[in-house]
């Protein structure tokens, strides 16, 4: 079968709001697979990240939530570095993390517990941000101590955690190169 159409194309531009928006939905799709993964995994077994009953461990969802909120986070500002005004990108930044927030709050997580939640993000932003500096496997190795809270695990684990993160920063970073971030 011979596909005529055009294909799928970037846009070549795109606000803060449409790019908060893109990427709130990416993270949401990010996370909706991995956690499919992971039920489906004997790897997250063999990390003792699932119960007795095959369900995830609710620290370590959450742990993988902003775990794939930087990753989506640290694609788009490498694609964008210099060459977008950083107010521009900040409020792109802005907008996906209130999303997610609004988001857990309209799926049951109790306002007045996002103030912890974010404090989480902010301290594991600043993880991620010194790991990735060092090397893909110190990134991996991070995200694994503060999803199993555990210094070590099993390296088939750490490599699937290291692998997702390259997954998610590459490809977005590279889609987003072509796109200009307008106000």
């Known amino acids: ?71 989506h986070t640290r694609g788009t500002q490498q694609a964008f570095v210099g060459r977008a005004p950083a107010e521009l990108l900040k409020m792109a930044l802005d907008g996906l993390h209130d999303a997610i927030l609004e988001d857990m709050v309209d799926n049951g997580t109790p306002r007045e517990q996002l103030p912890h939640f974010e404090k989480r993000v902010s301290t594991h932003y600043a993880q991620y941000h010194a790991a990735a500096a060092v090397s893909d496997v110190t990134l991996g190795e991070a995200v694994v101590h503060n999803l199993t809270g555990s210094l070590g695990s099993p390296e088939p684990f750490t490599q699937a955690v290291t692998e997702r993160a390259l997954e998610v920063t590459g490809p977005l970073r590279d889609y987003l190169e072509d796109v200009q971030l307008v106000p």
């Not at 795109?14 to 893109?22: F, H, K, N, V, Y």
């Not at 119960?51 to 794939?68: C, H, M, S, W, Y």
């Open 1 to 71: 079968m011979t596909d005529d159409g055009p294909g799928f194309q970037a846009p070549q531009t795109i606000t803060p709001e449409g790019l908060a928006d893109e990427l709130t939905v990416l993270v949401w799709e990010s996370f909706t697979d991995f956690i499919s993964e992971w039920e489906s995994s004997s790897i997250f077994k063999d990390g003792g990240l699932v119960d007795e009953e095959g369900q995830p461990d609710r620290r370590a969802v959450e742990e993988t939530l902003i775990f794939l909120m930087w990753a």
